[in-house]
Nanobody, 120 residues
Framework: VQLQASGGGLVQAGGSLRLVCAAS????????MSWFRQAPAKERDFVAA????????DYADSVKGRFAISRDNAKNTVYLQMNSLKPEDTGVYYC??????????????WGQGTQVTVSS
């Protein structure tokens, strides 16, 4: 599976961005999809995940109520709508895919990342 993330950019605190991750798999609907982020000099952290049918989601506590993950299996695409952005949301955002249950992200498929910068 090849993953291509896009949609990052520079935004002021309180603003919104929508990230998009396009997948090149014919069996996209069999993958749980997720977003992770990595701030400078920090480890990569989990942000959100969405299971195969899209009915189940999970979020890091730090983004609950502000971010929403969704997917369109017909378009092989997963989205991350980010609202009420804070400077601490700054980082490189990566999408990941795994078809195991539970997902094992460390050995799954990863995209190249897209930079999100939130100014105060």
């Amino acid at each position: 599976v090849q993953l291509q993330a896009s949609g990052g950019g520079l935004v002021q605190a309180g603003g919104s961005l929508r990230l998009v991750c396009a997948a090149s798999s014919r069996t996209f609907s069999s993958y749980t999809m997720s977003w992770f982020r990595q701030a400078p000099a920090k480890e990569r952290d989990f942000v959100a995940a969405i299971w195969r049918s899209g009915t189940s989601t999970d979020y890091a506590d730090s983004v609950k109520g502000r971010f929403a993950i969704s997917r369109d299996n017909a378009k092989n695409t997963v989205y991350l709508q980010m609202n009420s952005l804070k400077p601490e949301d700054t980082g490189v955002y990566y999408c990941a895919a795994d078809d195991r249950e539970p997902p094992n992200w460390s050995s799954g498929y990863w995209g190249q990342g897209t930079q999100v910068t939130v100014s105060s």
